[in-house]
Nanobody, 121 residues
Framework: QVQLEESGGGLVQPGGSLRLACTAS????????MGWYRQAPGKQRELVAT???????NYADSVKGRFTISRDDAKNTVFLQMNSLKPEDTAVYYC???????????????WGQGTLVTVSS
């Protein structure tokens, strides 16, 4: 009864920008860490960025300085601002959220459905 809804993917030219959003809905008690991953055709899924409940962030070296992860806890949403996009950023992007659905239950890991980002001229 918990799901993640992703939005913001699309086609963009090299050097352009996109902003991805991922909103968790359903029966959620609390959210801890959130992150973004991506998977290009024929490649393994890789971590792009993470953000803790305290706002601490980490980025893959390939996106550091170009991407920014942020969160809006009031809306159960995590964002990924992607600037200076390169063709090698082309991939399906997935959000990942660690959450509690009940105060007496452990954290669950939930994945979004994925949104395609294509960087091409």
């Amino acid at each position: 009864q918990v799901q993640l809804e992703e939005s913001g993917g699309g086609l963009v030219q090299p050097g352009g920008s996109l902003r991805l959003a991922c909103t968790a809905s359903g029966s959620i008690f609390s959210i801890n860490d959130m992150g973004w991953y991506r998977q290009a055709p024929g490649k393994q899924r890789e971590l792009v960025a993470t953000i803790t409940s305290g706002g601490s962030t980490n980025y893959a070296d390939s996106v550091k300085g170009r991407f920014t992860i942020s969160r809006d806890d009031a809306k159960n949403t995590v964002f990924l601002q992607m600037n200076s996009l390169k063709p090698e950023d082309t991939a399906v992007y997935y959000c990942n959220v660690h959450m509690r659905v009940h105060p007496y239950r452990r954290f669950l890991e939930v994945w979004g459905q994925g949104t395609l980002v294509t960087v091409s001229s």
